[in-house]
């Protein structure tokens, strides 16, 4: 698999999103306290931009009238439809054993373990003809 630098860890603050596009794909790249994930930016629902949709909590309710709000900021809801899914893991809260988004692998690396020299500038042959400077590749 090819990897791909996307952004610096700064660029995403925590709680924050960053669309990319990689290889022809948009994928949200989200920041949950320090955690870095990646979701392919399409709804497995109706194709809607799923990462551009409201980042939330969960919650749920084991009687009426009582609601719990847990796992704030770690829920993705779908701009069109508001099917939810879990930004750890790609999964759908709406329909957990078959639906599910495409989840990528994300690591943080240093900047020194992404590019080691040393580095060779690519040098073309330059001569003069005449009066015109002529470059060779």
């Not at 669309?19 to 790249?29: A, E, N």
């Not at 949709?53 to 701009?79: D, F």
């Amino acid at each position: 698999m090819a990897r791909h630098v996307v952004a610096a860890t700064h660029e995403i603050p925590p709680g924050g999103r960053k669309l990319v596009t990689l290889r022809g794909r948009s994928i949200g790249i989200f920041n949950l306290d320090g955690s870095y994930y990646a979701l392919l930016n399409r709804c497995p629902h109706q194709g809607g931009e799923l990462c551009r949709g409201t980042v939330t909590g969960l919650a749920t309710s084991t009687e009426p009238g009582r609601v719990e709000y847990s796992r704030h900021g770690e829920m993705l809801k779908c701009p069109w439809h508001g099917w939810e899914y879990d930004i750890r893991t790609g999964q759908s809260w709406c329909d957990p054993n078959d639906t599910r988004v495409r989840a990528y692998e994300v690591t943080v690396e240093p900047g020194a373990t992404l590019a080691r020299g040393p580095f060779v500038a690519e040098t073309f042959p330059v001569s003069v003809e005449q009066d015109y400077v002529v470059v060779e590749l």
